[in-house]
């Protein structure tokens, strides 16, 4: 294990080293760095606190996924999580409910009123959600989490990925990795794969958004992956955001 580590350490070093003279460190070209997966995961007690009140449990009309709230009334996550919604399907029994924690709800849930796909790299999608019963708009009754276009991304920077995993009964818990591969669209990291946290939010160590996971996966072996927030996804957002 401690060879490992140290492997890892050196590649990060060499990767960081080549990033900090290249004039884009968007287009790196590295390999993928070769950590072992982990699954270092903590419990978020307090799911009303900070950014995880905006981190939302979406039921799919049966379809479980994770979805970040954007806008007054918009949530953003995976297309596979809500693709069975397509044409409208299915809305009056998909909701969103943002800082679920297990059986409880403190912000009320909101029903899903249409689906926005974005088909180039069928990776994302907006959800727009109606008014709870008292008239409040989803992002009346808890924060937006900013987007912003292409932030930075370097490979063997650590991120945290919030969200709810099949296996936690409604319960949210955050990820912690490390990057290990980056492309125009796309960036991997080291967090092994686990179903229901499709389209959670990956956050960079200053807590900004920086991505949502995805369905992609590589063929080298790292197995989470995230879209990318490029000009193009960034567009689609912006467009649907007014």
């Avoid at 890892?8 to 004039?23: F, H, P, Q, R």
């Avoid at 982990?38 to 979805?67: E, H, L, P, W, Y």
């Avoid at 297990?102 to 249409?114: K, L, R």
């Avoid at 490979?155 to 949210?172: I, L, R, W």
Wanted: glycine letters at 8%; a positive charge; charged letters at 20%.
């Amino acid at each position: 294990m401690k060879i490992q580590n140290l492997v890892t350490v050196l590649l990060c070093s060499a990767v960081l080293s080549t990033a900090a003279v290249a004039a884009a460190p968007q287009a790196q070209a590295a390999h993928p760095v070769r950590e072992k997966l982990t699954d270092n995961k903590t419990k978020i007690n307090d799911t009303t606190k900070g950014r995880f009140q905006s981190v939302a449990f979406i039921d799919a009309n049966g379809v479980t996924g994770t979805g970040t709230v954007i806008g007054k009334n918009k949530v953003l996550t995976s297309y596979n999580v809500v693709e069975n919604l397509k044409n409208n399907g299915n809305l009056d029994k998909s909701f969103v409910t943002p800082g679920k924690n297990g059986e409880n709800a403190p912000f009320g849930s909101f029903q899903v009123e249409s689906v926005e796909f974005e088909e180039s790299w069928r990776n994302m999608a907006i959800l727009t959600v109606k008014p709870n019963e008292n008239g409040q708009n989803i992002g009346e009754v808890v924060s937006a989490v900013p987007v912003t276009k292409n932030p930075a991304i370097l490979v063997c920077n650590t991120v945290t990925m919030p969200g709810y995993d099949a296996d936690k009964k409604g319960e949210m818990w955050e990820s912690q990795a490390t990057i290990s591969y980056n492309i125009a669209s796309n960036f991997w990291f080291n967090q092994a794969s686990r179903d229901g946290n499709y389209g959670a939010p990956i956050f960079d160590q200053r807590g900004r958004l920086i991505g949502i996971r995805t369905f992609e996966k590589y063929s080298k072996g790292v197995q989470t992956s995230a879209a990318k927030l490029t000009e193009s996804n960034y567009d689609f957002i912006a467009k649907h955001l007014k």
